[in-house]
């Protein structure tokens, strides 16, 4: 008999993100197919573990674990590996699923290590957010079996210093976001005049990307420039970057400007729905066929008037 083991954080009021609903969803789905199988839930909270079950009580599982205490607040390895082996004991799991969120990235490694072979189990698998839609269903009240961890003094070596982020304005990923906008190396190239213009480059993307509350993605030509010692875009990073070796993010819409390659047209944008790409060649052999739409034409005159009538169009619902 399969006993799957979904795990989850719940939020400090108890709700479930986005990023958990996808993989309960999945979980649901799973353990529905498959024969003889039963679906455990395992939350890992400060408190609220019961408001989170009763949240998803509709959705079928056989039962209802809580690891609950302060020493689970925030993100540390010791104590969140603790808490899903202790969790994936007392559940009898042999598949654990989770949401790909950092937090689980970074301890779920180290509890499922062990000696490689087929019949080892549990498997261990993280569900990249985006993958599946959010589970939906009825709340209602269900019995959480809590499960004690022992945590000494040697899992608390390590504490919570507090967090470190940029300005809301700043901030350029937003797995969320309706909408990726990927640029590529042609920002930082001789523009129509010969010039090189990075300051309106760098101002028209960080400009649409408030406006739209956009995420921005990288071509991998574009994000390695910096390591070339070339002029880059300064809040461009390897975390933005799409395709080969970065992320394949998951949007409802993208938005390519400026791309020349392969990564942000086949590879970053397998996942995204619907897809339009600016491009001055027309003839833009990875564009066509990867692209929904196709705009031949100045990504900086493009953007500079989208903006304009982005910023005009909120200007006019505000008021």
Known sequence: METILLLAHPEPDGTLSKAAR????????????????SLAIGLVAVANAQAAAD????????????????????ARYSTDAAAAEALARAAGA??????????????????????????GRPWFILLDPGTAEPW????????????????DDR??????????APRTDQQTIRPDADLLFVAGAGWTKKQADGQTHLADAAGLILDF??????SLGGSKSLVDLSGEGQAVLPFMTHLNQVGQTGSTPRHPKGLSTCCHGEEPHVVGWRFINQRRAINLDPNCGWAHGKADVLYVAD????????????????LAVAH
């Open 22 to 37: 996808e993989a309960l969803a999945a979980a649901v789905a799973l353990a529905r197919d498959l024969p003889d199988t």
């Open 155 to 164: 899992l608390r070596r390590t504490t919570f210093a507090g967090w470190r």
């Open 299 to 314: 990504a900086f005159t493009v953007m500079e008037q989208l903006i304009t009538l982005m910023a005009r169009e909120r």
């Open 55 to 74: 949240s998803i009580a509709g959705c079928g599982a056989a039962r209802f674990l809580a690891v609950i205490g302060d020493d689970f607040a925030t």
């Open 94 to 119: 042999t598949l654990v699923l989770a949401p790909g969120t950092s937090r689980w990235a970074r301890c779920l490694p180290g509890v499922a290590q062990g000696i490689s072979q087929r019949a």
């Open 136 to 151: 939906q269903g009825e709340p209602g009240h269900t019995a959480v079996e809590q499960v004690p961890v022992p945590i």
């Open 209 to 214: 990307l408030q406006v739209a509350q956009a």
